[in-house]
């Protein structure tokens, strides 16, 4: 009678492959889901980061955005830096992300329109908020 020994040593082998491809599958996914979560986590924080800005220029603030936020501007446009802590920097080679505000004329004066968007060093962008509002009106007393 042959011994059943070289058999069970192959279906040991079949199952060891089995899991070492299981295993494999397993962290390339987990790997994966990080870097989504840092991804997600990134786009979540922009979102904020942007709807402060615009809150901010929609209440009338705008000194106080540019004292907070704008660094760098010119005429139509400021640009802000963040550390990848979401620090504000005025150091462009330590940013991590770019938080641009973009002012676009309106036919009407009284009435004012930016861009808001935030985006990676690398430019990928993060969000973008259209922002308008009214001008405010100094009344002579």
Do not use: H
């Amino acid at each position: 009678m042959k011994s059943k020994a070289p058999l069970a040593m192959m279906e040991q082998i079949v199952m060891v492959l089995v899991f070492a491809l299981a295993a494999a599958l397993c962290l390339q996914t987990f790997v994966l889901s990080g870097k989504i979560s840092k991804k997600t986590e990134a786009k979540n924080r922009a979102v904020t980061e942007a709807q402060n800005v615009a809150e901010i220029m929609k209440n009338g603030g705008f000194s106080e955005y540019l004292e907070r936020y704008a660094p760098k501007q010119t005429e139509d446009k400021s640009v802000s830096f963040f550390t990848k802590d979401w620090q504000i920097t005025g150091e462009e080679n330590q940013a991590e992300y770019i938080l641009n505000v973009v002012y676009t004329e309106t036919v009407d004066l009284s009435l004012w329109q930016a861009d808001v968007s935030l985006a990676t060093v690398s430019g990928e962008e993060l969000i973008r908020i259209p922002v308008a509002g009214q001008m405010e009106v100094m009344q002579n007393e």
